[in-house]
């Protein structure tokens, strides 16, 4: 009897508390953001993509350039193929190749991972995404949230009421107003 009662006893105690953590649980206040919208109302984030365009638009050049001087070869050697000696038309061959390597290292450097093109992106972007994040957390400090999601891109935030988008109040600390 006595152990029933002390079982019954842990089963109340295991009960209490989890009505506590359900009660804790439901006290929690979250809000959302999309920083992909905040990102694009934020003015000096529109001469970042244009800059960025530029040196993209210089560079694609470049690789047209360079794509042409090898259709341009590759065009003459099928040309003169028959007139080249195997000597000559190795060489040619190799030259091909050359340049077809020369355009693909240039198109790493340029655009890779690790290219250029992301280096400058993420340098040019890091002093706004930290003002955003900065603003975030002030909005979320002043309205008392416990946590904050981004709906941005691959989010697994699939719903959110409305009234918890803190979008606007991100921008306000921004000091940008959405425009609609």
């Known amino acids: 009897m006595i152990r029933r009662l002390q079982h019954i006893g842990c089963y109340v105690l295991a009960f209490t508390f989890v009505l506590c953590a ?9 809000g ?3 920083t992909d919208t905040i990102l ?12 960025l365009r530029v040196i993209s638009e210089q560079w694609r050049a470049e690789l047209e350039k360079m794509q042409h001087e090898i259709d341009r070869l590759k065009e003459d050697f099928e040309t003169k193929e028959i007139l080249y000696t195997d000597e000559v038309r190795r060489e040619k061959q ?34 706004i995404q930290r003002n955003i994040y900065e603003a975030i957390t002030a909005v979320a400090r002043r309205g008392d949230f416990d946590f904050i999601f981004d709906r941005a891109k691959n989010s697994s935030l699939l719903f959110g009421q409305k009234q918890w988008n803190l979008n606007q109040d991100v921008l306000q600390e921004l000091g940008v107003s959405l425009s609609n």
């Open 40 to 51: 694009n109302q934020v003015p000096e984030y529109q001469g970042i993509q244009q800059q």
């Open 94 to 127: 190799r030259q091909i190749e050359q340049k077809q390597q020369a355009r693909k290292q240039y198109m790493e450097q340029k655009f890779g991972p690790e290219g250029e093109y992301f280096q400058k992106q993420k340098e040019l972007l890091k002093p």
């Open 32 to 34: 959302y953001v999309n």
């Open 22 to 30: 359900e009660a804790e649980a439901q006290q929690q206040k979250m």
